[in-house]
T-cell receptor
């Protein structure tokens, strides 16, 4: 079945460590996105990529980095520069950029100890 | 930037009741999404609409562009409908990005 796979589902990190969240899709979608969800807030866009080897900052990109070396993969690195990294992270994809229907992964919950 | 307001924030109802969740936004849009977030966190897209009304099973979504308002209705609600329902809007004018509402937490009791 086609879909988006995020891993790990739960992750614990010590302060000062970088951590990478994986996002893989087999839907053949060009566009991929990373969102952050905090309690009581709407989803906020971290980074997005409309095509391989290209990505753009979203509303809250500081302290995060991404790469898009393959169409299927869009990993997110939460760096030690991110001041409040504990959150729920969601990866999504769509056929036609922001104009298309969104498909989401199951999410990754990061906790900084 | 578009402001997206959902109401109610929380809703508890009995199985079989007709459910309405509302979404209002502040500036013109080109499309509106309704999403369902399961207790485990995964999100499923329910509808994407830019005008009129769409129906899928027991779910109905309507949008009034002039009023800047959309509603999601659930008929014959069931405990498995318990989830967070999220409204998201895409701005008009060719701008990128979606603005998300904070969600409506729905609980359907048997």
């Amino acid at each position: 079945d086609g879909g988006i796979t995020q891993s790990p589902k739960y992750l614990f990190r010590k302060e000062g460590q970088n951590v990478t969240l994986s996002c893989e899709q087999n839907l053949n979608h060009d566009a991929m996105y990373w969102y952050r969800q905090d309690p009581g807030q709407g989803l906020r866009l971290i980074y997005y990529s409309q095509i391989v080897n290209d990505f753009q900052k979203g509303d809250i990109a500081e302290g995060y980095s991404v790469s898009r070396e393959k169409k299927e993969s869009f990993p997110l690195t939460v760096t030690s520069a991110q001041k409040n990294p504990t959150a729920f992270y969601l990866c999504a994809s769509s056929i036609g950029g922001f104009t298309g229907e969104l498909f989401f992964g199951e999410g990754s919950r990061l906790t900084v100890l | 930037k578009n402001e997206v307001e959902q109401s109610p924030q929380n809703l508890t109802a009995q199985e079989g009741e007709f459910i309405t969740i509302n979404c209002s936004y502040s500036v013109g849009i080109s499309a509106l999404h309704w999403l369902q977030q399961h207790p485990g966190g995964g999100i499923v897209s329910l509808f994407m609409l830019s005008s009129g009304k769409k129906k899928h099973g027991r779910l109905i979504a309507t949008i009034n562009i002039q009023e800047k308002h959309s509603s999601l209705h659930i008929t014959a609600s069931h405990p498995r409908d318990s989830a967070v329902y999220i409204c998201a809007v895409r701005p008009g004018g060719g701008a990128d990005g979606l603005t998300f509402g904070k969600g409506t937490h729905l609980i359907i009791q048997p």
